[in-house]
């Protein structure tokens, strides 16, 4: 990732002519060589802010700048930037060859060059020796292959990809998640991702851009939006969260499920209450008679790697991660270091 | 004899159940039997007889002498094939890519007119084209010389491409509907301009709308003998003209009729193949 901005997007406004506002101000800068994920629920605009920058829609209002260059208006076929659409868009028409040399084809470039460059890119993404099948000869994560291929061909400054492994099984998208990462990582190209798949966006991202409602709730690091979630929703949205309503006595300490918490978080109002946020995997099973919170045991699911454990106290379902089973109807007892306590403010009721 | 009749239903070769297994076609066999096989077997039957049913090759041969006539058809009918292609493709590329509403309700207004009788509507031409019909009469009112329309092949093609017109939009329409608007979108981010979508992209995938629409308007177009009868006049006789006569006409020979039929035939089938055998081309074989 280098420090100069490669894409800008200024006060971003969608609107539907039926009035209805898709984006709401959007400000965002893109470095040069990022690999950026725009994570939301669907209907939250990270797909239109995608389509904006590949040309493909036109803001209402509000600016948007490639390398310092406003874009307003000019039509995709003149953007140095290249997509991989959602369900691959191949043309049905055109063997794995012609679909990846498309667009240097339209370039009218020397066939000998085609030939070479198609080499070497079906060379990057695995799929030497497929030049003349078909597409509909080809399986799901072959295709995607193939789109892929064909974007990267034009040497793009920019890869758009917009839910890209959507369609594919577990193992596959793994793979191919892998396979993205070393490819954006080997050409040095930037990357705008676009995802409903928190799991996705933490593992490949250099930085993530949470989206809901048209509207960015936060950008950062993987690491910063799993760590310090500004609210609830990102909270709930990367990872599972248990979420329990609180009030903040003062700096420092917070009263939630009829106890008093030392936390790490300041700057509340005098008794304002809050969100208190605590990932499954922090909670601290003991003994239910010296443990702050105890419950009961409401069903025990072995996930692999952990259990989860579904405890009632308080009258909230409390989410746990353990390593160790706990028998079902069992009191146990529950605890959170104050490190792992995530203070955060209500969120406006839309 | 329960047991017998259930392993006989479980015995996939058995006569019952193969019987069982082909009932729902039987409706369509028939029909295709009475109404296809038997009409054709008897055509090829009166081309190959004469009056009193010995076999003779003459009413063949005496079709040779309506070549003229046959290639006009072909002629006039390939004209109005390629008029409605050249309007029809726009038009129905530009309904596709409306959505909702507005697009149903264009392809409706282009399939309206198929909704009012065949010879209603070649009439009302008729009165249109008149030597002092509507087009003649605006023109004599603004003091020029009227002009002699009908009557004349412009006519007929004219006839031609405003009846088969909706039988080259509809395959078109169906073949462009079903482009993505994503495939389209691609071919613009990999640098296409609007010419090269629709040259690159639009024009191979819809290829088998086309041919199909040829088929439709070309096929009814060379056999027709309403359009040339109304707005022809006796100068430009069509095939379906010369078999109409051989019919209902004063020189009446249904021997001939059929034979000309049975020519007419085989040179259409020979004109689909040719141009099937080049969608299989331009499709890369694909279609197959």
Redesign the interface.
Known sequence: MKENILISLKNVIVEFEDGHRVLKGIDLDIHDEEFVTFLGPSGCGKTTTLRII???AEPTEGDIFFDGVKINGV???KRN???V???Y???????VFDNVA??L???KMDKKIIARKVKEMLALVNLSGFENR?INQLSGGQQQRVAIA??LI?EPKVLLLDEPLGALDLKLRKDMQTELMRIQKSLKITFIYVTHDQEEALTMSDRVVVMRDGQILQIGTPQDIYNEPVNAFVADFIGESNIIDGVMYEDYEVEFAGQAFKCVDKGFALNERVDVVIRPEDIIVGDYETSPISGVVESVVFKGVHYEITVDAHGYKWLIHSTQSQEVGALIGMNVKPSDIHIMKKMEVR | MKERIRNSLNDKNSLFSKIVSTTPAFPYMAWAIVFIAVPLGLIVYFALTDTAGNFTIANIAAAGEHMSVLFRSIKLAAIATVLCVLIAYPMAYIISRKKGVTGSTLLMLCMLPMWMNFLLRTYAWMTILENNGLINRLIMLLGFEPIRMINTQGAVILGMVYNYLPFMILPLYTTMSKIGNDVIEAAQDLGANSIKVITKVVLPLSLPGVSSGVTMVFVPAVSTFIISKMLGGGTNQLIGDIIDLQFLGNTYNPNLGSAISLVLMVIVLLCMSIVGDTEDETMGGRIK
Do not use: M
């Open positions: 590949g040309g493909f039509p995709p076929y930037i290249n997509t659409f959602q369900r868009a191949l043309f049905p028409h055109l063997n498309f667009g084809n339209v370039k078909n064909r974007a034009n």
